[in-house]
């Protein structure tokens, strides 16, 4: 793959996108809505200014929340042509700073950072004569990190937890609380241990300290771009401050309505306040939604409409730029179980149309709610990943896979086989098979993680010409580094908070009551407004299908007391119980919901029904080559009678529109688009390249 200029980095933008790209000096405000191409516009902004001579690679650092999208970002600009920038978490930057630093600045080693803090925290509240029952201690451990993300002392803890609403855990006063942490910090002192918040706090300290180490930190760093801002706690603001130091050059990327990690020591007042601290820094809005279709996106949009006065300024009304897709479904269940053999139905039913199991996800608001989601996907074999579970790159065949091919890599030199034929040979060395096992359980679980990797290889092969087993292990090795799993194939079941940052085809969020969403303990006005931004993000993780349900009871037979949760109110159709063709299980009533259709340019709602069969005005310019799209629709017809298939099992109407307007010219790039996945690419490529390219006419392939 040959290097981008900086002409072919903006060309690849829209035009908002290609303002950020072009704000490469002073600070900027980028408020980036769900699915808008946030991760491509900073990840391009970058790219340009290294590739135009603005911005040198190794004084750039881009810093994010996750390792996963860390090792995304990181992943971007490798292709984008620029390997040599630094995109890290916060707590890998000020790790990698203190483990070079610490040694001449403080002397002797670093402390050893701890996995886990619970036992060091079960060990302090023992101390002091406490016996805590694991939810207890866990509770105490989240205490504990919120001291230190807020920068509260220990003997402020009583005033600052009233102040914020929270509550010590496990009916503790504050005071016992306060001694409690005095211990466990005690216990890492004497033991030279440090936590993951510590790594944090013992950067700010050094660098406010020492004058030489921060100036040497900012020669290295000129220029920087923080994602997820909404996110920052003042922990973590306190650092970034001490790495700008009194230069300007920096980007903030976020969105207010996306803040749910409040109870953590987030806060959006740094986004927010932004501009007030750099009166003249640049901002750019960017709300063209590529993820989701109209009907997700004007339920999103309807769902924020009754936010407080006060956050309307900084609200994104998104406007969506995929074509019409189907309608949200609401159902109503008798009681939880039923609920769950519902979505199990339903799930299986969209499988059946396509729908690769790892394009769906389940979403719900405690983890707790998913063991009855579990039993009805198993009950229907189908497999699933619990997200939150085990890591990938920690499980055991994975580990033994991983091993297997960095020898195979070393010892294979010169194979004449493709880099996927010589990674299902090794995998088969671990007793992994083409075929799929019955059935879930363990032995499911185990060939879906193996299968990973054989897509991985699969994915590789595609991106990469002449990839080869070292560079798979390579790419093993970074991402194992970075916690940067492969997709595995099977439902995702996660709760609402572990599901910000990802997306899926297909997206059901259950358990949509009152108690439950918001939960019970959201008792101001604050908590509950951060519930409603937590069904938001569940929303606008779905690209194309979206159901949303609840049940009237716990229990079969149990009262149905439970009430649909507020949130929904103006959003679930009102009255009426017509089924919609879809199986809900349990006797639960499904409805869909009208939504309004808004151009995908100019965000106007469609009435007209040409206009919304387009998906724009009539007067308003397509986003797509209309006449490639035609082409490729009368391809796809042919290829769907010629195999006796209904017309979207080949491409939905959705991906042929991506395609007419990205004019991907090779594999890779064709690869990329939503809704293309490895068999599609395989038995398909050949004929939609040549469409785009002009180089064939329909019917030459049917």
Not at 269 to 283: I, K, N, S
Request: hydrophobic share 40%; with cysteine; glycine share 8%.
């Amino acid at each position: 793959m040959s290097t981008p200029s900086a002409d072919d980095v903006l060309a690849a933008l829209d035009p908002e996108q290609r303002e950020v790209a072009l704000a490469l000096r002073g600070p900027v405000r980028v408020l980036a809505g769900a699915g808008t191409g946030k991760t491509r516009a900073i990840t391009h902004r970058i790219a340009y200014g290294v590739h135009a001579g603005v911005l040198p690679a190794r004084q750039v650092l881009a810093v994010t929340f996750t390792a996963r999208a860390a090792g995304e970002m990181r992943t971007r600009l490798r292709m984008l042509g620029v390997p040599g920038v630094q995109a890290r978490t916060f707590h890998a930057a000020a790790l990698r700073q203190l483990q070079f630093f610490w040694p001449r600045a403080v002397g002797g080693e670093l402390p050893r950072l701890v996995d886990h803090k619970a036992s060091l925290v079960a060990e302090a509240a023992a101390r002091q004569r406490l016996r805590l029952d694991r939810t207890g201690v866990r509770d105490l451990a989240a205490e504990v990190e919120w001291l230190k993300v807020t920068m509260t002392p220990r003997d402020e803890y009583a005033a600052a937890a009233a102040r914020a609403g929270r509550v010590p855990p496990d009916g503790l006063d504050a005071a016992t609380v306060a001694r409690v942490v005095a211990a466990y910090e005690e216990l890492k002192r004497d033991r030279a241990l440090m936590d993951f918040e510590d790594v944090l706090v013992y950067a700010v300290g050094l660098l406010a300290d020492r004058p030489d180490v921060a100036r040497a930190v900012r020669e290295q760093y000129a220029h920087f771009v923080v994602d997820e801002y909404q996110d920052v706690s003042p922990l973590q603001q306190a650092l970034l401050d001490l790495w700008v130091g009194d230069r300007d050059d920096v980007c903030v990327v976020g969105d207010p309505s996306q803040t749910i990690y409040s109870f953590t020591g987030a806060t959006p007042e740094h986004l927010l306040g932004f501009t007030a601290r750099y009166p003249r820094a640049t901002e750019v809005r960017l709300v063209r939604d590529y993820r989701s279709t109209p009907q997700v996106v004007g339920l999103a949009n309807a769902l924020l409409q009754r936010v407080p006065a006060s956050a309307r300024q900084t609200r994104l009304r998104l406007v969506a730029q995929r074509p019409d897709g189907p309608s949200a479904r609401f159902t109503e269940h008798p009681d939880d179980p039923a609920e769950a053999t519902g979505v199990a139905h339903a799930v299986a039913a969209l499988l059946a149309t396509g729908v690769r199991a790892s394009e769906v996800a389940v979403l719900f608001r405690t983890n707790g709610q998913s063991e009855a989601v579990e039993q009805a996907l198993s009950d229907a074999g189908i497999p699933y990943v619990l997200r939150g579970g085990e890591r990938f790159f920690q499980r055991r065949e994975v580990r033994e896979a991983h091993l297997l091919l960095r020898g195979a890599a070393r010892a294979g030199e010169g194979s004449e086989g493709s880099l996927p034929e010589e990674a299902r040979a090794v995998l088969a060395g671990t007793g992994w098979d083409p075929s799929s096992p019955p059935g879930g359980g363990a032995a499911r679980e185990r060939w879906e993680s193996l299968q990973a990797l054989a897509a991985l290889a699969d994915d590789l092969a595609a991106a990469r010409e002449g990839a080869t087993l070292a560079d798979l292990v390579a790419e093993l090795d970074e991402r194992a580094a970075a916690q940067h799993a492969p997709t595995v194939e099977g439902v995702t079941l996660a709760s609402l908070h572990a599901a910000k940052g990802l997306e899926w085809d297909a997206v059901f969020l259950v358990g949509l009551s009152e108690g439950l969403l918001p939960i019970s303990y959201a008792d101001t006005p604050d908590a509950v407004e951060e519930e409603r931004r937590l069904l938001y993000v569940g929303v606008t993780r779905a690209r194309e299908h979206l159901a949303l349900s609840w049940s009237l009871a716990r229990t079969p037979g149990g009262r149905g007391s439970r009430k649909p949760s507020r949130f929904l109110d103006g959003l679930r159709p009102a009255g009426g119980s017509a089924r919609d063709g879809a199986p809900a299980g349990g006797g639960g009533r499904t409805r869909r919901a009208a939504g309004p259709v808004t151009c995908r340019t100019c965000g106007k709602t469609l009435s007209d029904a040409v206009a919304r069969k387009l998906g724009r005005c009539a007067d308003c310019p397509s986003t797509y080559d209309e006449e490639l799209y035609e082409r490729l629709r009368e391809w796809r017809r042919e290829q769907a009678q010629s195999q006796s298939v209904p017309a979207y099992v080949v491409f939905t109407d959705a991906t042929l529109t991506a395609i007419a307007e990205a004019r991907p010219g090779s594999s890779p790039e064709l690869a990329r688009i939503p809704g293309v996945g490895r068999t599609k690419l395989d038995k398909y490529a050949e004929d939609v390249l040549a469409l785009v390219a002009g180089e064939a006419t329909v019917g030459e392939h049917a």
